[in-house]
């Protein structure tokens, strides 16, 4: 069966200059890939080398018939943020977007300590990474228009109660380029009031996953992602979090995992097909060891499309239900029957 060894803790990815490969279930003291010496066959200033690295941090939450996912990025050339809600028994949905010139927010280098923040005078968009006191919050605020109800989120991420695992990985994708992404399953509570509606979300019975990523990605980059996290009959919190993306050594390294009550399975490298053409199609989730073997079949879409001078960025979220095995470290097997959960298309040329 897949094995990876998980490292000791280090303080960051880069040591003397260099990307250090691997995989790791504590959290970086800081990220600062502009510290690379020479990620590029010339040297280039920090200045320069800044407009080379993007960065971006997830968030999906459910609750319920409710399911929230967040997404704000760093591009350099633009930074935007992304909203998509959805209530699963009526269909109804909020989506907002907003983006900004070159960087909004200070690009933060660790997660213990640091904010970002997005505003406009109709929309607010705020994230605390509190990791030194095992919590991540997320406030969100967006005025009603003509056609949409107002929303607002006050969501924090509790790890302590879970006590899950974190994943964290550097992987490379050049010589001396890398892709980091933190990954931790959580509980999460709060409100969200959506026009007259309120939502209250408990830690007992709301999950979220959160991720933090930052990369040289190549100029032309597609990433595709599926994730879902649950409670079985048992009363277990299992939740996945896969990912097919262009790097070296992928099977010695990646960030393809599982959580079964805070324990985290180091996956192998998977791979991502649709049966047919069309966005509808159904995904098969496939790897080479015998231990991820999913079909996902969507239900409900989110797209955003956008163009800035000669860059180009598409975002599909296609939400719905997965169904297959997958097995952890010892073999066991954790079946899925129709469970909820998120798949995602990041395609951009910047």
């Given at each position: 069966m897949y094995t990876r060894e998980i490292l000791a803790h280090i303080n960051s990815p880069i040591q003397n200059g260099l990307a250090v490969q691997g995989t790791w279930n504590t959290p970086f003291d800081i990220v600062d890939l502009k510290k690379l010496t020479k990620?590029?066959?010339?040297?280039?200033?920090?200045?320069?080398?800044?407009?080379?690295?993007?960065?971006?941090?997830?968030?999906y939450i459910q609750e319920g018939d409710f399911y929230l996912t967040a997404f704000?990025?760093?591009?350099?050339?633009?930074?935007?943020?992304?909203?998509?809600?959805?209530?699963?028994?009526?269909?109804?949905?909020?989506?907002?977007?907003?983006?900004f010139p070159f960087s909004k927010w200070k690009s933060v280098n660790n997660l213990k300590n640091t904010n970002i923040s997005a505003d406009t005078s109709d929309f607010s968009f705020k994230v605390h990474n509190w990791l030194d006191s095992h919590s991540v919050r997320l406030d969100i605020d967006i005025a009603a228009t003509f056609d949409t109800l107002n929303f607002t989120a006050q969501l924090e991420f509790d790890f302590d109660v879970l006590k899950s695992t974190p994943l964290c990985v550097n992987l490379l994708c050049a010589?001396?380029?890398?892709?980091?992404?933190?990954?931790?399953?959580?509980?999460?509570?709060?409100?969200?009031?959506?026009?007259?509606?309120?939502?209250?979300?408990?830690?007992?019975?709301?999950?979220?996953?959160?991720?933090?990523?930052?990369?040289?990605?190549?100029?032309?980059?597609?990433?595709?992602?599926?994730?879902?996290?649950?409670?079985?009959?048992?009363?277990?919190?299992?939740?996945?979090?896969?990912?097919?993306?262009?790097?070296?050594?992928?099977?010695?390294?990646?960030?393809?995992?599982?959580?079964v009550n805070g324990i985290i399975t180091a996956l192998p490298?998977?791979?991502?097909?649709?049966?047919?053409?069309?966005?509808?199609?159904?995904?098969?989730?496939q790897d080479l060891e015998g231990m991820v073997d999913l079909t996902f079949r969507p239900k409900k879409k989110f797209e955003n499309k956008f163009s800035v001078f000669l860059s180009n960025f598409e975002h599909k979220i296609p939400m719905g239900c997965f169904n297959g095995v997958i097995l952890d470290s010892c073999g066991n097997a954790v079946k899925l029957h129709n469970f909820f959960g998120v798949a995602e298309i990041i395609d951009f040329r910047i």
């Open positions: 990620p590029f066959f010339i040297k280039l200033p920090q200045w320069v080398l800044k407009f080379f690295i993007k960065e971006w941090q997830n968030f704000i990025a760093d591009m350099k050339y633009f930074s935007f943020v992304e909203l998509f809600f959805l209530d699963k028994n009526s269909g109804n949905t909020i989506q907002d977007f907003k983006i010589e001396n380029r890398c892709l980091y992404t933190y990954k931790e399953l959580s509980a999460v509570r709060g409100r969200i009031i959506w026009g007259e509606k309120r939502i209250v979300l408990h830690r007992k019975t709301s999950t979220g996953l959160f991720c933090d990523n930052k990369g040289y990605y190549p100029i032309k980059s597609k990433l595709s992602y599926c994730s879902a996290f649950w409670k079985d009959e048992n009363g277990q919190t299992i939740g996945f979090s896969l990912c097919e993306k262009k790097t070296k050594n992928k099977n010695e390294n990646n960030e393809n995992v599982l959580w490298a998977i791979r991502i097909t649709q049966v047919q053409d069309g966005e509808n199609s159904e995904w098969i989730i």
